[in-house]
Protein backbone atom coordinates (compact mmCIF):
# COMPACT_ATOMS: atom_id res chain seq x y z
CA UNK A 1 0.00 0.00 0.00
CA UNK A 2 1.25 3.60 -0.99
CA UNK A 3 1.19 6.29 2.03
CA UNK A 4 2.71 9.21 2.02
CA UNK A 5 5.44 10.64 4.42
CA UNK A 6 4.09 12.23 7.66
CA UNK A 7 6.31 15.31 7.06
CA UNK A 8 7.58 15.59 9.92
CA UNK A 9 11.04 17.57 10.28
CA UNK A 10 13.06 18.16 13.45
CA UNK A 11 11.61 21.02 15.56
CA UNK A 12 15.25 22.53 16.08
CA UNK A 13 14.86 23.63 12.33
CA UNK A 14 12.03 25.80 13.07
CA UNK A 15 13.44 28.04 15.80
CA UNK A 16 15.80 29.59 12.87
CA UNK A 17 15.40 30.77 9.39
CA UNK A 18 17.59 30.64 5.96
CA UNK A 19 20.25 32.98 6.18
CA UNK A 20 19.20 36.51 5.70
CA UNK A 21 22.43 37.83 3.95
CA UNK A 22 22.42 35.05 1.33
CA UNK A 23 18.56 35.82 0.93
CA UNK A 24 19.88 39.57 0.10
CA UNK A 25 22.52 38.10 -2.08
CA UNK A 26 19.52 36.31 -4.22
CA UNK A 27 17.56 39.69 -3.88
CA UNK A 28 20.41 41.33 -5.11
CA UNK A 29 20.90 39.16 -8.10
CA UNK A 30 16.85 39.19 -8.86
CA UNK A 31 17.41 43.69 -9.14
CA UNK A 32 20.71 43.18 -10.61
CA UNK A 33 22.26 45.65 -7.89
CA UNK A 34 25.28 45.86 -6.57
CA UNK A 35 25.58 42.85 -3.81
CA UNK A 36 27.16 45.15 -0.57
CA UNK A 37 25.39 42.36 1.28
CA UNK A 38 27.31 39.18 1.56
CA UNK A 39 30.81 39.42 3.07
CA UNK A 40 33.04 37.50 0.05
CA UNK A 41 35.43 39.42 -2.18
CA UNK A 42 34.28 39.75 -5.75
CA UNK A 43 38.20 40.11 -6.66
CA UNK A 44 40.56 37.58 -7.50
CA UNK A 45 42.76 35.60 -4.93
CA UNK A 46 46.21 36.38 -5.39
CA UNK A 47 47.96 34.49 -7.86
CA UNK A 48 50.58 32.50 -6.09
CA UNK A 49 47.40 30.89 -3.62
CA UNK A 50 45.29 30.20 -6.67
CA UNK A 51 48.95 28.77 -7.96
CA UNK A 52 49.28 26.61 -5.03
CA UNK A 53 46.20 24.91 -5.37
CA UNK A 54 46.48 23.98 -8.79
CA UNK A 55 50.12 22.38 -8.22
CA UNK A 56 48.31 20.21 -5.12
CA UNK A 57 45.77 18.83 -7.64
CA UNK A 58 48.67 18.20 -10.40
CA UNK A 59 50.53 16.85 -7.72
CA UNK A 60 48.16 14.48 -6.49
CA UNK A 61 46.97 15.29 -3.25
CA UNK A 62 43.66 14.91 -3.92
CA UNK A 63 42.63 12.05 -1.41
CA UNK A 64 41.54 12.48 2.22
CA UNK A 65 44.14 14.54 4.80
CA UNK A 66 44.41 13.52 8.25
CA UNK A 67 40.77 14.08 9.51
CA UNK A 68 42.02 17.18 11.70
CA UNK A 69 43.98 18.51 9.21
CA UNK A 70 47.38 18.13 7.21
CA UNK A 71 50.21 18.29 8.87
CA UNK A 72 51.91 20.99 6.90
CA UNK A 73 48.94 23.24 7.28
CA UNK A 74 48.73 22.75 11.01
CA UNK A 75 52.82 23.47 11.48
CA UNK A 76 52.25 26.47 9.14
CA UNK A 77 49.39 27.74 11.43
CA UNK A 78 51.00 26.94 14.45
CA UNK A 79 54.50 29.05 13.77
CA UNK A 80 52.39 31.53 12.75
CA UNK A 81 50.19 32.00 15.58
CA UNK A 82 53.37 31.66 17.23
CA UNK A 83 55.29 34.58 15.24
CA UNK A 84 51.95 37.09 15.52
CA UNK A 85 51.18 36.19 19.02
CA UNK A 86 53.64 34.64 20.60
CA UNK A 87 51.57 31.64 21.57
CA UNK A 88 53.13 28.22 21.87
CA UNK A 89 50.59 25.54 20.29
CA UNK A 90 51.17 22.12 19.72
CA UNK A 91 50.44 21.50 15.90
CA UNK A 92 49.76 17.66 16.66
CA UNK A 93 47.12 18.23 19.93
CA UNK A 94 45.98 21.59 19.33
CA UNK A 95 45.49 22.71 16.00
CA UNK A 96 42.02 21.60 13.95
CA UNK A 97 41.60 22.65 10.29
CA UNK A 98 37.71 22.82 9.80
CA UNK A 99 35.76 23.16 6.99
CA UNK A 100 35.04 26.94 7.29
CA UNK A 101 34.62 29.08 10.76
CA UNK A 102 31.36 28.17 10.47
CA UNK A 103 32.17 24.32 10.45
CA UNK A 104 34.61 25.12 13.75
CA UNK A 105 31.86 26.70 15.48
CA UNK A 106 29.64 23.92 15.00
CA UNK A 107 31.96 21.47 16.11
CA UNK A 108 33.04 23.21 19.29
CA UNK A 109 29.61 23.98 19.99
CA UNK A 110 28.39 19.93 19.46
CA UNK A 111 31.67 18.87 21.45
CA UNK A 112 31.50 21.51 24.62
CA UNK A 113 27.70 22.58 25.12
CA UNK A 114 24.84 20.60 27.27
CA UNK A 115 21.04 20.69 26.42
CA UNK A 116 20.47 23.92 28.28
CA UNK A 117 23.99 25.25 29.34
CA UNK A 118 23.95 28.95 28.36
CA UNK A 119 25.89 31.28 25.96
CA UNK A 120 26.82 34.54 25.79
CA UNK A 121 26.71 36.83 22.74
CA UNK A 122 27.09 40.17 22.38
CA UNK A 123 24.62 41.89 20.22
CA UNK A 124 25.01 42.99 17.33
CA UNK A 125 25.84 39.33 16.64
CA UNK A 126 26.83 36.99 13.91
CA UNK A 127 24.03 35.71 12.06
CA UNK A 128 25.21 32.17 12.25
CA UNK A 129 24.95 31.76 16.48
CA UNK A 130 21.56 31.26 16.43
CA UNK A 131 21.06 28.39 14.42
CA UNK A 132 24.06 27.07 15.93
CA UNK A 133 22.80 27.67 19.43
CA UNK A 134 19.68 25.83 17.91
CA UNK A 135 21.47 22.68 16.91
CA UNK A 136 24.07 22.16 19.69
CA UNK A 137 20.79 22.89 22.34
CA UNK A 138 22.44 26.28 24.27
CA UNK A 139 20.38 28.75 25.69
CA UNK A 140 22.02 32.49 24.39
CA UNK A 141 22.00 35.44 26.70
CA UNK A 142 22.73 38.35 24.81
CA UNK A 143 24.55 41.85 26.14
CA UNK A 144 24.26 44.70 24.02
CA UNK A 145 27.00 46.41 22.00
CA UNK A 146 25.75 50.38 23.04
CA UNK A 147 26.11 52.26 19.40
CA UNK A 148 27.89 54.55 18.26
CA UNK A 149 31.11 53.07 19.15
CA UNK A 150 29.53 49.44 20.60
CA UNK A 151 31.32 49.40 23.92
CA UNK A 152 29.41 47.32 26.93
CA UNK A 153 28.21 47.88 30.31
CA UNK A 154 30.47 46.20 33.09
CA UNK A 155 27.83 44.97 34.78
CA UNK A 156 25.65 44.26 31.89
CA UNK A 157 28.22 41.67 31.43
CA UNK A 158 28.52 40.39 34.67
CA UNK A 159 24.79 39.89 35.24
CA UNK A 160 24.92 37.88 32.56
CA UNK A 161 26.96 35.34 33.86
CA UNK A 162 25.86 32.99 36.51
CA UNK A 163 26.39 28.91 36.92
CA UNK A 164 24.65 28.07 34.17
CA UNK A 165 26.73 29.88 31.84
CA UNK A 166 29.46 27.15 29.56
CA UNK A 167 30.74 30.09 27.49
CA UNK A 168 30.96 33.37 25.73
CA UNK A 169 31.39 34.25 22.26
CA UNK A 170 33.61 36.74 21.58
CA UNK A 171 34.01 37.71 17.67
CA UNK A 172 36.62 40.30 17.33
CA UNK A 173 36.78 42.16 15.06
CA UNK A 174 33.49 42.55 15.13
CA UNK A 175 31.27 41.79 12.25
CA UNK A 176 28.54 43.38 11.71
CA UNK A 177 29.84 46.22 13.78
CA UNK A 178 33.82 46.61 13.33
CA UNK A 179 34.33 46.94 16.67
CA UNK A 180 38.06 45.64 17.74
CA UNK A 181 37.84 44.43 21.52
CA UNK A 182 40.40 45.99 23.74
CA UNK A 183 42.49 44.43 26.11
CA UNK A 184 40.82 46.19 29.16
CA UNK A 185 37.64 44.80 27.56
CA UNK A 186 39.47 41.45 27.20
CA UNK A 187 40.73 41.06 31.09
CA UNK A 188 37.10 41.89 31.78
CA UNK A 189 35.35 38.92 29.90
CA UNK A 190 38.62 36.63 30.97
CA UNK A 191 38.30 37.33 34.52
CA UNK A 192 34.27 36.90 34.69
CA UNK A 193 35.30 33.55 32.71
CA UNK A 194 37.66 32.35 35.30
CA UNK A 195 34.84 33.15 37.70
CA UNK A 196 32.10 31.35 36.70
CA UNK A 197 34.33 28.70 35.44
CA UNK A 198 33.17 29.38 31.97
CA UNK A 199 34.84 29.08 28.01
CA UNK A 200 35.97 31.44 25.71
CA UNK A 201 34.84 31.12 22.24
CA UNK A 202 36.58 33.49 20.07
CA UNK A 203 35.57 33.82 16.17
CA UNK A 204 38.46 35.87 15.31
CA UNK A 205 38.67 35.21 11.16
CA UNK A 206 38.63 39.11 10.71
CA UNK A 207 42.41 39.38 12.94
CA UNK A 208 44.46 40.31 10.20
CA UNK A 209 41.54 43.07 8.79
CA UNK A 210 42.09 45.94 11.16
CA UNK A 211 42.80 49.52 10.82
CA UNK A 212 44.25 52.82 12.12
CA UNK A 213 45.31 52.67 15.29
CA UNK A 214 43.12 49.46 16.60
CA UNK A 215 45.30 46.14 17.16
CA UNK A 216 44.34 42.26 17.31
CA UNK A 217 44.43 40.80 20.58
CA UNK A 218 43.44 37.00 20.96
CA UNK A 219 42.04 35.94 24.05
CA UNK A 220 44.03 32.63 24.32
CA UNK A 221 46.81 35.80 25.18
CA UNK A 222 45.40 37.27 28.13
CA UNK A 223 46.76 35.70 31.11
CA UNK A 224 44.56 32.41 32.31
CA UNK A 225 42.76 32.60 29.26
CA UNK A 226 44.97 29.75 26.92
CA UNK A 227 43.54 26.67 28.43
CA UNK A 228 40.16 27.78 28.81
CA UNK A 229 39.74 29.50 25.07
CA UNK A 230 38.80 27.89 21.35
CA UNK A 231 40.00 30.48 18.95
CA UNK A 232 38.59 29.70 15.48
CA UNK A 233 40.00 31.74 12.17
CA UNK A 234 40.49 30.42 9.07
CA UNK A 235 41.82 31.51 5.73
CA UNK A 236 38.57 32.43 3.47
CA UNK A 237 38.96 36.33 4.63
CA UNK A 238 42.62 36.82 4.42
CA UNK A 239 43.46 35.23 1.30
CA UNK A 240 39.89 36.10 -0.28
CA UNK A 241 39.13 32.13 -1.18
CA UNK A 242 35.98 32.15 1.04
CA UNK A 243 34.50 29.37 -1.23
CA UNK A 244 37.63 26.97 -0.31
CA UNK A 245 36.07 26.47 3.21
CA UNK A 246 39.28 26.71 5.25
CA UNK A 247 38.94 27.32 8.49
CA UNK A 248 40.68 26.20 11.79
CA UNK A 249 40.25 25.52 15.70
CA UNK A 250 43.44 26.85 18.54
CA UNK A 251 42.16 24.78 21.31
CA UNK A 252 44.33 23.57 24.57
CA UNK A 253 43.84 19.13 24.15
CA UNK A 254 41.32 18.97 26.80
CA UNK A 255 38.79 21.24 24.65
CA UNK A 256 40.91 20.20 21.08
CA UNK A 257 40.07 16.02 21.78
CA UNK A 258 36.38 16.45 22.00
CA UNK A 259 36.61 19.33 19.07
CA UNK A 260 38.29 16.68 17.17
CA UNK A 261 35.63 13.92 16.94
CA UNK A 262 32.62 15.81 16.21
CA UNK A 263 35.03 17.58 13.38
CA UNK A 264 35.63 14.31 12.04
CA UNK A 265 31.90 12.75 12.18
CA UNK A 266 30.62 15.67 10.35
CA UNK A 267 33.06 16.01 7.83
CA UNK A 268 36.04 13.75 7.96
CA UNK A 269 37.97 17.00 6.34
CA UNK A 270 38.60 20.19 5.22
CA UNK A 271 39.51 19.56 1.28
CA UNK A 272 43.48 18.28 0.82
CA UNK A 273 44.44 20.14 -1.86
CA UNK A 274 43.34 23.26 -0.92
CA UNK A 275 45.06 22.75 2.42
CA UNK A 276 48.43 22.55 0.99
CA UNK A 277 47.93 25.75 -0.74
CA UNK A 278 46.67 27.49 2.48
CA UNK A 279 49.89 26.05 3.96
CA UNK A 280 52.00 27.55 1.25
CA UNK A 281 50.23 30.92 1.59
CA UNK A 282 50.75 31.14 5.40
CA UNK A 283 53.93 30.22 4.74
CA UNK A 284 54.94 32.94 2.61
CA UNK A 285 55.82 36.48 4.13
CA UNK A 286 54.42 38.86 6.53
CA UNK A 287 54.22 41.73 4.35
CA UNK A 288 50.88 40.23 2.81
CA UNK A 289 49.12 40.86 6.13
CA UNK A 290 49.91 45.19 6.14
CA UNK A 291 49.40 45.10 2.88
CA UNK A 292 45.97 43.51 3.33
CA UNK A 293 44.45 45.60 5.65
CA UNK A 294 45.70 48.88 4.23
CA UNK A 295 43.99 47.57 1.18
CA UNK A 296 40.74 47.31 3.02
CA UNK A 297 41.16 50.85 4.34
CA UNK A 298 41.05 52.31 1.46
CA UNK A 299 37.76 50.70 0.12
CA UNK A 300 36.42 51.44 3.63
CA UNK A 301 36.32 54.92 3.01
CA UNK A 302 35.52 54.82 -0.70
CA UNK A 303 31.84 53.46 0.85
CA UNK A 304 32.07 55.64 3.95
CA UNK A 305 32.50 59.12 2.92
CA UNK A 306 29.16 58.82 0.32
CA UNK A 307 27.14 57.08 3.13
CA UNK A 308 27.75 60.16 5.42
CA UNK A 309 27.32 62.39 2.69
CA UNK A 310 23.96 60.96 1.88
CA UNK A 311 22.50 61.02 5.52
CA UNK A 312 23.70 58.18 6.91
CA UNK A 313 25.00 58.12 10.06
CA UNK A 314 28.21 55.54 10.55
CA UNK A 315 30.91 54.91 12.93
CA UNK A 316 34.31 54.22 11.37
CA UNK A 317 35.05 50.12 11.94
CA UNK A 318 38.17 49.75 13.63
CA UNK A 319 38.49 46.11 11.87
CA UNK A 320 36.80 43.43 9.22
CA UNK A 321 34.72 44.62 6.58
CA UNK A 322 31.62 45.74 6.93
CA UNK A 323 29.52 49.82 7.76
CA UNK A 324 26.48 49.38 10.06
CA UNK A 325 24.86 52.67 8.92
CA UNK A 326 21.71 54.17 10.60
CA UNK A 327 19.46 55.51 8.27
CA UNK A 328 16.94 57.22 10.15
CA UNK A 329 17.59 60.51 8.80
CA UNK A 330 16.78 59.40 5.13
CA UNK A 331 13.09 58.21 6.03
CA UNK A 332 11.80 55.00 6.53
CA UNK A 333 11.69 55.26 10.44
CA UNK A 334 11.77 51.77 11.79
CA UNK A 335 11.84 49.47 9.25
CA UNK A 336 15.25 48.57 8.07
CA UNK A 337 13.63 45.65 6.03
CA UNK A 338 11.60 48.46 3.74
CA UNK A 339 14.48 50.54 3.62
CA UNK A 340 16.85 47.70 2.34
CA UNK A 341 14.08 47.04 0.07
CA UNK A 342 14.47 50.66 -1.30
CA UNK A 343 17.99 50.26 -1.53
CA UNK A 344 18.00 47.32 -3.86
CA UNK A 345 14.90 48.21 -5.98
CA UNK A 346 15.63 52.27 -6.41
CA UNK A 347 19.45 52.68 -5.92
CA UNK A 348 20.40 49.84 -7.31
CA UNK A 349 22.45 48.82 -4.07
CA UNK A 350 21.87 45.63 -1.71
CA UNK A 351 22.59 45.42 1.85
CA UNK A 352 22.02 43.46 4.98
CA UNK A 353 18.80 45.02 6.94
CA UNK A 354 20.30 45.60 10.10
CA UNK A 355 17.42 43.78 12.74
CA UNK A 356 19.08 40.18 11.07
CA UNK A 357 21.77 41.30 13.77
CA UNK A 358 20.19 41.69 16.76
CA UNK A 359 16.97 39.56 18.79
CA UNK A 360 16.26 42.46 20.94
CA UNK A 361 13.10 44.02 20.04
CA UNK A 362 13.34 46.85 17.75
CA UNK A 363 17.10 46.91 17.29
CA UNK A 364 18.82 47.50 13.98
CA UNK A 365 15.19 48.45 13.26
CA UNK A 366 17.33 52.03 11.40
CA UNK A 367 20.27 50.17 10.47
CA UNK A 368 21.43 48.27 7.54
CA UNK A 369 25.17 46.23 7.31
CA UNK A 370 26.51 46.94 3.69
CA UNK A 371 30.47 45.53 3.12
CA UNK A 372 33.32 46.90 1.59
CA UNK A 373 34.87 43.56 0.27
CA UNK A 374 34.47 44.40 -3.10
CA UNK A 375 36.67 45.91 -6.07
CA UNK A 376 37.35 49.20 -6.09
CA UNK A 377 35.35 49.84 -9.52
CA UNK A 378 32.50 47.94 -7.68
CA UNK A 379 32.82 50.15 -4.41
CA UNK A 380 32.61 53.18 -6.71
CA UNK A 381 29.58 52.29 -8.70
CA UNK A 382 27.78 52.01 -5.22
CA UNK A 383 29.20 55.13 -3.90
CA UNK A 384 27.72 57.31 -7.28
CA UNK A 385 24.35 55.36 -6.48
CA UNK A 386 24.19 56.12 -3.00
CA UNK A 387 24.78 59.59 -4.00
CA UNK A 388 21.85 59.72 -6.02
CA UNK A 389 19.22 58.37 -3.62
N1 LIG B 1 30.52 36.10 6.64
C1 LIG B 1 29.86 36.65 5.49
C2 LIG B 1 28.93 37.76 5.89
O1 LIG B 1 28.75 38.04 7.05
C3 LIG B 1 29.09 35.57 4.74
C4 LIG B 1 27.95 35.05 5.50
C5 LIG B 1 27.03 34.12 4.78
O2 LIG B 1 27.28 33.66 3.68
N2 LIG B 1 25.92 33.85 5.38
O3 LIG B 1 28.38 38.38 5.02
Not at 311 to 326: L, S
Not at 378 to 386: C, F, G, P, Q
Amino acid sequence: MLSAPSRRVASRTSVFTESVIREMTRLSQVHGALNLAQGFPDFPAPDFVKQAAVDAINADINQYAITWGSERLRRAIAAKVQRFYGLDVDPDREVTVTCGATEAMMATQLALIEEGDEIIVFEPFYENYVPDAAMSGAKLVFVTLEAPDFTFDPDALRAAFSPRTRAIIVNTPNNPCGKVFTRDELELIAELCQEFDAICITDEIYEHIIFGGARHIPMATIPGMADRTVTISGLSKTFSVTGWRLGYVVAAPWLSDAIRKVHDFLTVGAPAPLQEAGAIAIEQGDDYYPELAGMYEHKCDILLTPLLEAGFKAHRPEGAYYIMADFSALGFHGDDSAFADHMIRNAGVAPVPGSSFFVSPGAGANLVRLTFSKSDETLTAAAERIARM
